[in-house]
């Protein structure tokens, strides 16, 4: 069985479209498809914290076709999860694993149980434009990026001399068979050897409690974060998270669509909540206004600001 994205071949457009959710991915070609969001397979057991490693090389992924984000002179590589190949290899997956259970039921998103990491989501892009045209300092600067998928903001940020890079997705397979392939495909020959790049799986609030819990000074200069606000539902523990793990003069950046329609989220009410817990200054650095309306958020503790 293919894995598939629910095109909705009818409404395509150049590179982004508007659905029932608000949600957009960008996958291969510069598609657009409708996030499918299955919530009556949602699960209460949240998916526990776990740290992966990266192989030197790819043997299963090397098959799969790659894509490029070009950023000016820089090319980011992603796999492309529409490949065949990527197809076959999330066929072979375990029958009763997340990724399978989301296949099956073609859903792009299923509550605590596959929160849509497979895909390459437009915000990421924006995300990834932004740090480029603001020239956000990254050199030097521990960054994590938060529910990360193929991690194209993080790889940027590996990219412009990171010291290091942390990658967090909620599913394990992601990580797996996205996020560290992605990765490893960018590590060039004269690039970095000794960068600090690890990858994590689980619950933002489990992640949050692992990392503090092996090392209580655990803390980034930059978090990056794109398309996790959808759900109002998670909104106080990807606060949580942030607040644990942000330096006392760090930034973080979230690039999201203003509004998700259906699943509730979006930039305005994730503002909301920020400004009325009065710890962080929260501002919209970027808009962006062609197809669905997406923005880019800015935050910084008050006392640093
Ligand atoms: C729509 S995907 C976006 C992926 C990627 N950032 C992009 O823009 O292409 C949402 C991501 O949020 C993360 N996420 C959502 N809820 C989460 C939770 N409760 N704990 C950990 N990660 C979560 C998942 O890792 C998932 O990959």
Redesign the pocket.
Known sequence: MAFQFNFDIGQEQNDVGEDSTG?T?ISGANKCDKAVVDSRKACDILRPAKELYAPQSLPETQSCAVEALRVSDLELLFLNPEDVEFDRLLESLENDSDVSTATESHSD?IPNVY???L???E??IDLVHYLHEAEVPLENKHVLE?????GLPGIYASKKGAAGVHF????EE?IEHMTIPSVVLNRSQDGPTNQDLRFFA???SL?QQKLISSNPDTKYDIIL????I??VD?HD?LYQILRALLRPNGVIYIAAKTHYFGVGGGTRIFEDLVRQRKEFNIEVCKTFTEGVKREILKMAFLEAS
Do not use: R
């Not at 967090?168 to 599913?171: E, G, I, M, P, R």
């Open positions: 949600l991915s998103l929160e849509g990491g895909k390459v989501w915000c990421s938060l529910g990360c998928g193929a967090q997705d909620y599913n992601v689980g619950d933002w992640v974060t794109s398309e996790t959808y759900s998670s523990k």
